[in-house]
């Protein structure tokens, strides 16, 4: 049975042959367009959970590479789009809300830190650790998981979620929490 029949039919050690033979290249490329290690890893997990959760749509005739590279492709376009849509909505938000001698500023930036941390403490507890850590305190996947004694693949899981969370909460929260780092 081909690799692409296991994968349809939900085999998950086909999966996991499949992203430990080419979740280096993926990166890779991710890196390559991003520049941001944080994003790709983000848009790696991305990736392979759209690549499983689309297994059904695989096709027999192309090869796995070749349709993890197409995939990959897109996230990262999606991602890269998105991210330049979000850059110009805070311009048009700056312009629209010129700041009035720094007071106006300020106060706003309060607002957002005070709405940023009640939607940090809604998460649950390990995802709100893992945001804090790795979005507030700038730690990396790696040293998340070697703090809380988990794997780096639960750590993005949980990062993932907390951002899928936040997502939900308010998409121009998340904009202010990109603008974090």
């Known amino acids: 049975m081909s690799i692409q029949n296991k994968l349809i039919k939900g085999d998950i050690g086909a999966f996991e042959k499949v992203y430990n033979t080419y979740f280096q290249k993926v990166y890779g490329i991710i890196l390559k367009y991003t520049r941001d290690q944080t994003f790709a890893d983000d848009l790696l997990q991305d990736v ?7 297994r059904s749509k695989i096709a027999s005739d192309l090869t796995i590479e070749h349709q993890l590279f197409v995939l990959t492709r897109s996230v990262v376009f999606n991602f890269l789009k998105k991210s330049v849509r979000e850059k110009q909505l805070m311009e048009e938000y700056r312009e629209i809300h010129p700041v009035v001698n720094g007071a106006r500023n300020d106060e706003f930036e309060q607002k957002k830190i005070q709405k940023l941390n009640q939607l940090i403490e809604a ?3 390990k995802q709100q650790k893992v945001f804090t850590m790795h979005k507030l305190e700038g730690l990396s996947y790696e040293e998340i998981a070697e703090h809380l004694n988990i794997s780096k693949n639960t750590v993005s899981s949980h990062m993932t979620a907390a951002l899928n969370q936040l997502k939900k ?4 929260l998340l904009q202010i929490i990109f603008l974090l780092n």
Request: hydrophobic residues 50%; glycine residues 0%; without cysteine.
């Open 48 to 54: 392979f959970i759209k690549f499983w959760n689309n």
């Open 123 to 125: 998460l649950p507890e």
């Open 169 to 172: 909460s308010n998409i121009l």
